[in-house]
T-cell receptor, first 111, second 112 residues
Framework: RKEVEQDPGPFNVPEGATVAFNCTYSNSASQSFFWYRQDCRKEPKLLMSVYSSGNEDGRFTAQLNRASQYISLLIRDSKLSDSATYLC????????????FGQGTTLQVKP | DAMVIQNPRYQVTQFGKPVTLSCSQTLNHNVMYWYQQKSSQAPKLLFHYYDKDFNNEADTPDNFQSRRPNTSFCFLDIRSPGLGDAAMYLCATGRNSANEQFFGPGTRLTVL
C-alpha cells in the first residue's frame, strides 16, 4: 500500500464547476498535511496547508479527517488556470524532516 | 526576493559521465532536500540535510551523492549516470522538520 494515495485522474471539468479531490495516508503519526500544485514541467508549489479544523483560501477549501486518515481539496468556480496536477503531501514520522508525496491528481478545466 | 535557485536548468550528459547539479537558497532554511521526479510520478526523496546532518534514503542508489558545504548551497553528484537516471531533479528547502518545503525550478537531466 502506498503511503499517500490519490486518484490520478484526469478530472475533466467545465469552467465554473466545483471539483473535489481526496487523498488517503497510511501513517497515523503524521502531523502536517499540505496540498501542492504542480504545473506541467514545473516545480511543485505550496497551495495550502491543511489544518484539523479545515481551512479555506478563496475558492479552495481543504479538510482533514484524522480518524479516517484522509484529506480533501475542494475547488469552487473552476478557472482555466486551475488546470494542473494537485499533490497531496503528508509529513513522515515525527522529527524526520520528510514529506511524503502522493502521485498527484490531474485537473483539466475546459472552456 | 528570497528563493531557491537550481543550476543548470537543463543538463545533458553521456551514459557514465559524472554530472553535478547545484542548488542555492537565500531563505536561510536549515533543511535542504533533493528529489528525483519522473514523468507522471510523485517526487521521490533521495536524501536531505538537516543542518549539517546528512540523511540518506534507504533506497537511494550509491550512484547518487550529495554535499552541503554551507547553509546556502547543496550539490547532487551523479557518479555514473544511467539511462534510468534521466529525470527532473528538484531541490527543496524547509525551516524545520515537517514544515512546508519550498522548491527550486528543477534541473531536467537527459542521459544519452
Amino acid at each position: 500500500r502506498k503511503e499517500v494515495e490519490q486518484d490520478p485522474g484526469p478530472f475533466n471539468v467545465p469552467e465554473g464547476a466545483t471539483v473535489a479531490f481526496n487523498c488517503t495516508y497510511s501513517n497515523s503519526a503524521s502531523q502536517s498535511f499540505f496540498w501542492y500544485r504542480q504545473d506541467c514541467r514545473k516545480e511543485p508549489k505550496l497551495l495550502m496547508s491543511v489544518y484539523s479544523s479545515g481551512n479555506e483560501d478563496g475558492r479552495f477549501t481543504a479538510q482533514l479527517n484524522r480518524a479516517s486518515q484522509y484529506i480533501s481539496l475542494l475547488i469552487r468556480d473552476s478557472k482555466l488556470s486551475d488546470s494542473a496536477t494537485y499533490l497531496c503531501v503528508v509529513s513522515g514520522s515525527s522529527n524526520t524532516g520528510k514529506l511524503i508525496f502522493g502521485q498527484g491528481t490531474t485537473l483539466q478545466v475546459k472552456p | 526576493d528570497a528563493m531557491v535557485i537550481q543550476n543548470p536548468r537543463y543538463q545533458v550528459t553521456q551514459f557514465g559521465k559524472p554530472v553535478t547539479l547545484s542548488c542555492s537558497q537565500t531563505l536561510n532554511h536549515n533543511v535542504m532536500y533533493w528529489y528525483q521526479q519522473k514523468s507522471s510520478q510523485a517526487p521521490k526523496l533521495l536524501f536531505h540535510y538537516y543542518d549539517k546532518d546528512f540523511n540518506n534514503e534507504a533506497d537511494t542508489p550509491d550512484n547518487f551523492q550529495s554535499r552541503r558545504p554551507n547553509t546556502s548551497f547543496c550539490f547532487l553528484d551523479i557518479r555514473s549516470p544511467g539511462l534510468g537516471d534521466a529525470a527532473m531533479y528538484l531541490c527543496a528547502t524547509g525551516r524545520n522538520s515537517a514544515n512546508e518545503q519550498f522548491f527550486g525550478p528543477g534541473t531536467r537531466l537527459t542521459v544519452l
